[in-house]
């Protein structure tokens, strides 16, 4: 050790020695700062491909608000000539019966993104709420949850849906309740295991301990603390939702027309693509709604990767 | 034994010579320096101490001395010589070579870093065969013998085994065995009994101390614990804040430290309470008997009884029933027989029978003040919820009953608007006392609160517990397996083993022979800071 450096340790160390303090100790954090300056540095450093699926979903979102405005002509308006080919009038052509394909691409937007959103909502207060109550409890209402749970995930989703639309009708609002159920199935399962990590913890013990309720230990306890993971799962829950309705809508008991809808658009237009060989645009039509439901999920996946990675504390760098 | 001296050396050549090292580590978006330009040198055969507290830059210099920087660290610049190799000019291949095969690593938590998958004897010999030093035959008979002098049981048929199946203090001896297996150089023991109870903490020193002089192994012992490094080493280097303080023979520097800051490490362990006698019983356990899921019996027939304003101490190793009675008193496990009686009323057995008064009563503070705080909260929320819950204050009288709670702990308002991850571990747990302050109790349980601590925070908290109970005669159930925690703190000592007391009684009464058989091995296993102390302490279970 040279002697320049030691006298340099020793005058620091000097100085350090001062009174001991609980306030001076060094903390692990030493710059605060406001949810907002976190936001904007995290997002500075977002990947391209968070920042592709990012504007996509802001211009989904976009065209969704103002699908009336953006779109040619109305949702349910008929024209004189069906399967009208690309170009003109129509950027897209017409449908089976006459209706604008381009104009209820943009509705559809609207419809089927709303739907699915009101879908995984609902299933994530179905799902969210009874898990943390499993997780809390832990006694027979969580076996008798969890046991019921398996139950329904036993039966295949998309046909236990179809039975159950052809029992109740397909009205909006039973669809939009049927699949929250079925799908809160998977909200239930993840929610109750993060929970349960953070259960165990002792700020959760010591909350019982003051006497807390358990509406208090959910909410302010717990929740705060689970909610990286459910927001990611909410994300990839309203992708799988939204496929769910446009197979639904597919095979003929989603949404009901003349609402517009990706799912039904592809397989009312399904024919086209036998005419492939005479017109290859006039085969497209139907793959446009499948291309918007593809690019919508993938842009979502993208994002819930990237938030994913942000949350967990993944560090890449070696 | 194949070798029982190392072929490529002699004792007393440079073999690890570190010059000027800087380290920087990643952490909030930019790099720091943690490291600031420390050398150490290092030669065959001996065995460094390195001391400081967390954060001081030990482990981070430990395996700077293998030519490694952990994920988000970096060696900025200096010079690291292992036996004439340049270290920081090697490539990653090259250096991992050299890794398992000259250079071994003990981490501190071995239960963590063996694969549970696989049989110990196969785990012990990996390095050595994989890296060519011998043949699979040979190192597993090697083995044998390597598990034999670390006075493991069975030293032919426990290496069959699986990590779950021994103990672990028998695990941190494999992995002490695993690390000699190749005949390394240099081992680097980072922490390697630290998550130990103190008596199986004698079995492992003796027995790592033994092998590494037998095979003229160097070592670097890292550890927090002075009198542990003062069995171990042969000379000690105290680190803070990335530097050097000082660096003397481990019996000079006990005996005469230069730097204040070593002595203020050394000072720690003679805080001491007089004892006060007192028979106003605030809290009495009655002939308890308490068990998990109605099978396993941990507490058989306790009775302690815990008199007003005074301290009563809680000793035992791990699984001696010392969280399970502060768990039966707070109403977390109700006892299968028995009774806690509060104030001369007997309490509910479980949570859900007991008013808000009797929860407000009794209060508990945790080990880990990290996991004991919700982290999406701010102090204000942690300490103003109980003012709220309890009290009913709200808006500006909890406020400033929550800026009086801080600066009765030392703290000031700055700290209202923190969350914990912003806090050192000495502040968090200041913050849980607040918290437990708030609900104005008679009775605190304290479980393990310094046990996660640096010496001098320790300090810091022993201090400020002993004074509010002279300030407002709090009642403490101190649970601790530090015997100099103990002294510091406490009035009266219950001892606990097997679910059963032992002994109880006032401090002097129990810290003066004679002892019951157990409490004499807990009291005797105790490090001291002597550096003879682990010598004599073997010389004398060897007559008994």
């Not at chain 2, 630290?194 to 095979?215: C, G, P, S």
């Not at chain 2, 280097?237 to 050394?266: F, I, N, Q």
């Not at chain 2, 059963?500 to 401090?507: A, C, D, H, S, T």
């Amino acid at each position: 050790m040279s002697t320049t450096s030691d006298q340099m340790s020793e005058t620091e160390s000097n100085a350090q020695e001062e009174a001991y303090s609980a306030a001076g100790e060094v903390g692990m954090q030493r710059v605060r700062r406001t949810r907002w300056q976190r936001m904007r540095i995290s997002l500075s450093k977002a990947p391209l491909s968070a920042w592709f699926g990012m504007i996509v979903i802001a211009a989904y979102l976009f065209t969704a608000l103002f699908a009336p405005l953006l779109a040619p002509y109305g949702e349910a308006e008929v024209f004189a000539t069906p399967f009208a080919p690309w170009g003109g009038d129509h950027v897209f052509g017409t449908d089976q019966i006459g209706r604008d394909v381009f104009s209820r691409l943009i509705y559809g937007a609207r419809n089927t993104m709303g739907i699915a959103l009101a879908t995984t909502i609902l299933s994530f207060i179905i799902g969210g709420g009874l898990g943390l109550v499993a997780a809390i409890n832990r006694s027979w209402l969580d076996q008798f949850l969890s046991r019921f749970v398996d139950v329904l995930m036993a039966i295949p989703s998309l046909i236990f849906a179809l039975m159950l639309l052809s029992i109740f009708g397909s009205t909006i609002t039973s669809l939009i309740i049927i699949i929250a159920v079925l799908d809160s199935t998977r909200v239930f399962r993840l929610t109750r295991s993060v929970a349960i990590n953070v259960v165990v913890m002792d700020y959760v013990e010591a909350a019982k301990l003051r006497g807390e309720g358990l509406g208090w230990v959910m909410r302010k306890e717990i929740l705060p603390n689970i909610m990286p993971p459910l927001v990611a799962e909410f994300g990839l829950r309203f992708s799988f939702v939204f496929l769910t309705i446009a197979a639904l809508s597919f095979l003929g008991l989603g949404i009901q027309p003349p609402t517009a809808d990706w799912g039904s658009m592809v397989r009312d237009n399904a024919s086209l693509i036998q005419f492939a060989q005479y017109d290859l645009t006039a085969a497209f039509t139907p793959l446009l709604p499948a291309a918007a439901i593809a690019l919508l999920t993938v842009a979502v996946n993208f994002v819930v990767d990237w938030f994913l990675h942000q949350t967990s504390g993944l560090r890449d760098d070696h | 034994m194949t070798t029982d001296e190392n072929p490529r050396g002699e004792k007393g050549d440079v073999l690890l010579d570190m010059r000027d090292i800087r380290i920087d580590g990643f952490s909030d978006e930019r790099w720091h320096e943690i490291i600031k330009g420390v050398d150490l040198t290092l030669k065959r055969g001996e065995v460094m101490g390195l001391i400081g507290e967390s954060g001081a830059g030990k482990s981070t210099l430990g395996k700077a001395a293998m030519g490694y920087a952990q994920p988000g660290c970096k060696i900025k610049s200096g010079t690291i010589m292992f036996d004439g190799l340049d270290l920081m000019a090697m490539s990653e291949p090259e250096k991992q070579a050299l890794w398992g095969s000259r250079i071994a690593y003990v981490a501190q938590s071995a239960a963590a870093s063996f694969n549970p998958a696989h049989r110990l004897i196969n785990q012990t010999v990996e390095a050595t065969v994989g890296h060519n030093v011998s043949g699979e035959a040979e190192s597993k008979l090697d083995a044998v013998n390597l598990y034999e002098a670390l006075q493991l049981p069975n030293p032919d048929s426990i290496g069959d085994r699986y990590p779950h199946q021994v103990s672990g203090g028998q695990l941190q001896r494999i992995m002490t065995a695993m690390a000699m297996s190749p005949r390394p150089d240099l081992i680097i023991f980072d922490e390697p009994t630290t998550a130990l109870d103190v008596t199986t903490q004698v079995e492992v020193l003796v027995a790592m101390r033994d092998i590494v002089e037998k095979f003229n192994t160097a070592a670097i012992y890292i550890t927090h614990d002075l009198a542990v490094v003062a069995q171990m080493a042969d000379f000690i280097k105290v680190l803070r804040y990335g530097e050097e303080v000082e660096e003397a023979e481990t019996r000079k520097m006990l005996a005469e430290p230069e730097m204040d800051y070593t002595k203020s490490l050394w000072s720690v362990r003679a805080l001491e309470k007089p004892e006060v006698e007192s028979d106003d019983i605030v809290l009495k356990i009655d002939g308890v008997d308490a068990a998990y899921g109605n099978t396993v019996k941990v507490l058989h027939d306790v009775t302690i009884a815990i008199p007003r304003g005074r301290t009563v101490a809680v000793v035992g190793e791990s699984g001696s029933g010392k969280s399970t009675t502060a768990r039966v008193i707070t109403g977390l496990l109700p006892p299968m027989k028995g009774q806690v009686t509060f104030n001369g009323q007997p309490l509910p057995g479980d949570l859900e029978s007991r008013n808000k008064d009797q929860l407000q009563r009794i209060q508990m503070i945790y080990q880990m003040a990290d996991t004991a705080m919700n982290p999406r909260q701010t102090v204000g929320e942690i300490i103003g919820r109980p003012l709220e819950f309890y009290h009913g204050l709200r808006g500006s009288a909890r406020n400033e009953r929550i800026s009086e709670l801080l600066k009765l702990i030392e703290l000031d308002d700055s700290f209202i608007d923190r969350l914990p991850s912003e806090l050192s571990g000495g502040q968090k747990q200041r913050i849980c006392i607040a918290r437990a302050l708030a609900a104005e109790p008679d009775v605190i349980i304290c479980d393990e609160v310094t046990s996660a601590l640096d010496q001098i925070v320790q300090e810091g908290i022993l201090r400020l517990l002993l004074r509010l109970q002279k300030e407002m005669g709090i009642t403490y159930l101190f649970i601790t397996h530090d015997i100099a925690v103990v002294k510091a703190i406490s009035d009266e000592i219950v001892v606990m083993f097997q679910g059963k007391v032992v002994e109880q009684g006032l401090k002097s009464e129990i810290l003066t022979p004679p002892h019951p058989d157990y409490t004499q091995l807990l009291l005797s296993s105790v490090p001291e800071m002597d550096p003879d102390w682990l010598d004599s302490l073997v010389a004398e279970r060897a007559e008994a």
